[in-house]
């Protein structure tokens, strides 16, 4: 299974990525990745990036795992309109979209995120893509576990703990659509 991750810090820190391989293999799913993150870029960013579009076109890929920027989330209509756009050229490829939901702050906490979520599931409900609901998790996790820190020193980012989770939330998604 080919999956593509296009995000940012969100995407690439502790090489969440690489957890969610790892994840994979435990299943018994043979997974090659690809990353195109850069630190605080959305998806209007990735949208006017070359390689972005040529990755999705031609990359062969089973799977393309999309998270806009977080810490703030900007403009939702510029997050609407360039996810749009990149979910169409996931499609057209053949591919599965998969929005990575991402979590707030830790300063903002848990009553910020039911509008950071919506925006995802607005945009799932749009277009009939998946989500891997990522921030919801972080949340239940934390309140199941208040003990264990999701966040690293900056208050944003995920902890290794944190990347897991976020690895995990999204392998299931990945696991469950494959045959």
Same mark, same amino acid.
């Given at each position: 299974m080919r999956v593509l991750f296009i995000g940012n810090s969100h995407t690439? #820190?502790?090489? $969440?990525?690489?957890?969610f391989a790892n994840i994979c293999h435990e299943h018994h799913a043979d997974t090659e990745i690809t990353m195109?993150?850069?630190a605080g870029m959305g998806w209007d960013f990735h949208v006017n990036e070359p390689e972005v579009r040529f990755n999705i076109a031609y990359g062969g890929y089973d799977a393309v795992i999309l998270q806009h920027?977080?810490? /703030?989330?900007?403009? =939702?209509?510029?997050?609407a309109q360039s996810g749009r756009q990149?979910? @169409? *050229?996931? %499609?057209?490829?053949?591919a599965r /979209?998969? =929005?990575y939901m991402t979590w707030t702050t830790k300063a903002d906490g848990e009553s910020?995120?039911? %509008? $950071?979520?919506?925006? #995802? @599931?607005?945009?799932?409900?749009?277009?009939g893509c998946e989500l891997a609901p990522v921030g919801d998790r972080w *949340?239940? #996790?934390h309140r199941e576990h208040p003990e264990i820190e999701l966040y690293a020193k900056d208050g944003?980012?995920?902890?290794?703990?944190?990347? @897991?989770?976020a690895a995990a939330t999204i392998a299931e998604v990945v696991l469950n659509g494959v045959k």
């Open positions: 690439y #820190y502790n090489d $969440m990525p690489h957890m195109l993150a850069h920027v977080a810490h /703030p989330m900007g403009d =939702l209509s510029v997050m990149l979910i @169409r *050229w996931v %499609q057209e490829s053949g /979209p998969i =929005l910020a995120q039911a %509008q $950071m979520s919506d925006a #995802y @599931r607005k945009l799932q409900e749009e277009t *949340w239940a #996790y944003q980012h995920a902890s290794e703990t944190g990347s @897991r989770l």
